[in-house]
């Protein structure tokens, strides 16, 4: 497995999981939670970082 595969599937999981986390805190409980929305937009920041970092 090289780096660059390495880091696909780090971004792919980050974003999966921060699909899921804005999932629950927007849709799941009863009310809007901010921190898992706010929690959820960091991983897709920090999924776009590493796609910038591998160019």
Do not use: N
């Amino acid at each position: 497995m090289s780096k660059f595969q390495a880091i696909d599937i780090a971004s792919i999981l980050l974003i999966t999981l921060g699909i899921v986390l804005i999932y629950i805190g927007g849709f799941y409980t009863p009310k809007v939670m901010l921190p898992p929305i706010i929690t959820g937009i960091g991983f897709f920041v920090i999924a776009w970082v590493f796609q910038i970092l591998k160019k």
